[in-house]
T-cell receptor, first 114, second 112 residues
Framework: EPEVTQTPSHQVTQMGQEVILRCVPI?????FYWYRQILGQKVEFLVS????????KSEIFDDQFSVERPDGSNFTLKIRSTKLEDSAMYFCASRGTATGNTIYFGEGSWLTVV | SQQGEEDPQALSIQEGENATMNCSYKTSINNLQWYRQNSGRGLVHLILIRSNEREKHSGRLRVTLDTSKKSSSLLITASRAADTASYFC????????????FGEGTQLTVNP
């Protein structure tokens, strides 16, 4: 079964450093997402991406964050100047074209900011 | 803003028993999806139920949706120790674009 893959699975970074989290969505999907889950808390929406642009973003997704689809397969989340409170599991997700289609999540990337 | 809330927050049962988890939400939805998350792992999609559906089955899973009460339930029958995980409902709102809004989750423990 096709799946969303994410790298790295775990990254430790110094506060203030830039981090890039990578995702390969399911190949025929056109809608892409990033969510995050702080330890012990619920999953929160960050941003959705369609047709090479951000279609929606939450209040969490401030200027520190950016997303990019640099080629036909990868979808990246960049966090500039990381803060301690950015420590979380970051999930990439994708879905197909039909409205209401299932959204499939990757295994996540654990980010620890020290 | 729309919120999904599950209850109970934690549920502990014996293998073979049924587990029922409930989810409530606040605004009109397009669909509701249930996910499972093993500790420290990704979100595994279990089942999607559309706003015009009332009940859906998948294997040992049964999901109901009551849009008048803005609530859903997930029933896992004949539970197994491997069902131990956190279970989340997530709603796709009619007006929230394409974002899913997740609930707090129910931690299910199935004791062998």
């Amino acid at each position: 079964e096709p799946e969303v893959t994410q790298t790295p699975s775990h990254q430790v970074t110094q506060m203030g450093q830039e981090v890039i989290l990578r995702c390969v969505p399911i190949s025929n999907h056109l809608y892409f997402y990033w969510y995050r889950q702080i330890l012990g808390q619920k999953v929160e929406f960050l941003v959705s991406f369609y047709n090479n642009e951000i279609s929606e973003k939450s209040e969490i997704f401030d200027d520190q964050f950016s997303v990019e689809r640099p080629d036909g397969s990868n979808f990246t989340l960049k966090i500039r100047s990381t803060k301690l409170e950015d420590s979380a599991m970051y999930f990439c997700a994708s879905r197909g074209t039909a409205t209401g289609n299932t959204i499939y999540f990757g295994e996540g990337s654990w980010l620890t900011v020290v | 803003s729309q919120q999904g809330e599950e209850d109970p927050q934690a549920l502990s049962i014996q293998e073979g028993e049924n587990a029922t988890m409930n989810c409530s939400y606040k605004t009109s939805i397009n669909n509701l999806q249930w996910y499972r998350q093993n500790s420290g792992r990704g979100l595994v999609h279990l089942i999607l139920i559309r706003s015009n559906e009332r009940e859906k089955h998948s294997g040992r899973l049964r999901v109901t949706l009551d849009t008048s009460k803005k609530s859903s339930s997930l029933l896992i029958t004949a539970s197994r120790a491997a069902d131990t995980a956190s279970y989340f409902c997530a709603t796709l709102g009619e007006t929230s674009g394409s974002r899913l809004t997740f609930g707090e989750g129910t931690q299910l423990t199935v004791n062998p």
